[in-house]
């Protein structure tokens, strides 16, 4: 409801006098609009501009420019960023330590984005790490996740999580997915479903012990959709063939961390977590139901009319998770 709504509804009904409602209008003329957060996403914006941006303008000249002086100066801006955040450091704290500014935060964060960069760069250019991809993909969660922890950046966190992701991908099933096309190759993806599990275990720990209690939903969010993508893809490709695990486990997998992500999300309010835990039950029950469909009997005339039933039943069902949101999620 507007503001105005709800000044002529409390005034119908005698609890709020006329010459409060004139004072309360009048204060929201007045106030001002607060552009904290789109200026955030413009700064944010034009970090990634200028990263993809110098990428562009190096590559096009670097015969000109030459690779050490483009390491150099890789080098010195990251230091740069990195020794303005660390001048500009709060104490350290498990609780969520007070921002010395946005500067210091996208500082930090243009740092990291500046680390890999270099890394990357030495390894094309130099092949520093050689042949051994797991340490190149280690080293940068290795930096990361200590940074986010001591200057309390939840976006060097994430970057911290996927790089760690990336490491355990390389490290089971090195290039699969460039050289075999088969990146959900069994053992991959039972890796990946338990480090989705652990990062799932580290959030609700983190909140349960309040250590930085604040990042749980960053784990929990990234852990629970690396947990259930890989584990939907293996359904969704299984083969009587293949040595991972069969539907009977990945099913009940799926809908026991999407009913927790569904319990988590109404108590913390989440929407994005909400719909997640319904999105990829969805999956999962609409696979079941089409193969049991086809175990019985086929698409014959009953096995379509099901379809038939279940496809606006569960269209319904979506329009109606849409307009109870906020009574789901407990929100007033």
């Not at 000249?61 to 709060?90: E, K």
């Not at 983190?206 to 629970?224: D, P």
Request: glycine share 8%; net charge neutral.
């Amino acid at each position: 409801m507007s503001p105005e709504s709800i000044l002529a509804e409390l005034q119908a009904q005698h609890l709020l006098p006329p010459e409060q409602a004139a004072l309360i209008r009048a204060d929201e003329a007045r106030r001002p609009f607060s552009l904290h957060r789109e200026l955030r996403l413009v700064l944010y914006l034009g970090i990634v501009t200028l990263s993809g941006g110098l990428g562009v303008l190096i590559y096009e000249n670097i015969d000109y420019i030459g690779h050490g002086v483009v390491v150099a100066g890789i080098a010195g801006l990251m230091l740069l960023c990195l020794g303005y955040a660390f001048r500009h450091r709060q104490p350290f704290t498990w609780a969520e330590a007070p921002k010395a500014g946005f500067l210091p935060d996208y500082a930090l964060l243009l740092g990291c984005l500046l680390f890999v960069s270099l890394e990357t760069y030495l390894q094309v250019q130099y092949g520093v790490f050689g042949t051994r991809y797991g340490l190149a993909t280690l080293l940068p969660a290795l930096v990361f996740l200590p940074l986010a922890y001591r200057f309390d950046h939840r976006g060097v966190l994430a970057m911290g999580i996927t790089a760690l992701a990336a490491w355990v991908g390389v490290s089971i099933q090195p290039l699969s997915a460039f050289v075999t096309n088969d990146f959900w190759h069994s053992r991959l993806s039972t890796a990946a479903m338990l480090l989705g599990l652990g990062l799932m275990a580290a959030g609700l720990l983190s909140e349960q012990h309040g250590r930085k209690a604040h990042f749980a939903f960053t784990y929990l969010s990234l852990g629970s959709n690396l947990l259930l993508i890989a584990a939907t893809a293996t359904l969704l490709a299984f083969t009587p063939d293949d040595a991972g695990l069969p539907p009977l486990v990945l099913v009940p997998l799926i809908l026991l961390v999407c009913a927790a992500l569904v319990w988590y999300a109404r108590r913390t309010h989440s929407y994005l977590l909400l719909l997640m835990g319904v999105g990829y039950a969805y999956v999962a029950v609409t696979y079941t139901l089409v193969r049991l469909i086809d175990a019985v009997g086929g698409f014959n005339e009953a096995g379509f009319t099901l379809m038939l039933l279940y496809i606006p039943l569960s269209a319904f069902g979506v329009v109606w998770l849409f307009l109870n949101i906020k009574k789901i999620l407990r929100l007033k």
